[in-house]
């Protein structure tokens, strides 16, 4: 004897349908926040990763930096290393200094003195580099975006001596040579604040 097939009634269709849709609205709103979480994981470490490079890129220059006097652009003499330039043309300028640079000359093993300064100028950390060390006022920047989103930048004067120790300022006697080492704060978007302390090879 054949059974009569049963089939599905309105009121399961229907209860079916709601668990699915549960179920759905639970897996999309658990896929769109992984997304969004990847997404920002991927920005951060983007940019943590700019950070590194900019630090770096400091942590080069100012380890190598020279106590080398120049001529500014109108022939006036400029301290081997200049912090928080008062020079109208240079606002945001937080450094600028000689540094010694490899030559990129092939089997070359010598170095060139390099006049550079670092700026901070709407939220972007910019390397500017000159050809050449006593300039005129034409002579040409080259400039190179490092870091942005910045919020804020902070250079400090670290200085040490066996009478006082340690002593960290945003003041700087030009007369002195150089100092012990330069300390930078960075201070990201997030409000996060990276700080570090490089040591100049030539200071005191």
Do not use: C
């Not at 991927?42 to 770096?56: F, V």
């Not at 937080?94 to 540094?99: A, E």
């Amino acid at each position: 004897m054949i059974q009569p097939q049963r089939g599905f009634t309105l009121l399961e269709m229907v209860v079916a349908i709601g668990i699915f849709a549960v179920i759905g609205a639970g897996s999309y709103a658990t896929l769109s926040s992984t997304l969004e979480t990847h997404r920002e994981l991927t920005s951060r470490n983007g940019a943590l990763g700019d950070l590194q490079t900019t630090l770096a890129a400091l942590e080069r220059d100012i380890r190598f930096l020279a106590s080398r006097p120049v001529q500014d652009g109108f022939g006036d003499p400029e301290a081997a290393l200049v912090v928080r330039p008062d020079d109208p043309l240079a606002q945001g300028e937080l450094l600028r200094f000689t540094v010694y640079t490899p030559s990129i000359e092939p089997g070359a093993d010598w170095v060139l003195p390099r006049r550079v300064a670092w700026r901070f100028e709407d939220g972007d950390l910019l390397r500017v580099a000159w050809r050449v060390l006593d300039r005129d006022q034409d002579s040409d920047e080259q400039r190179h975006v490092l870091a942005t989103g910045l919020v804020d930048a902070i250079v400090s004067i670290v200085e040490w001596s066996p009478e006082s120790g340690i002593r960290v300022g945003s003041e700087w006697n030009k007369d002195a040579g150089l100092p012990s080492g330069i300390e930078i704060a960075l201070t990201t978007g997030d409000g996060r604040q990276y700080r570090r302390v490089f040591e100049i090879a030539n200071g005191n």
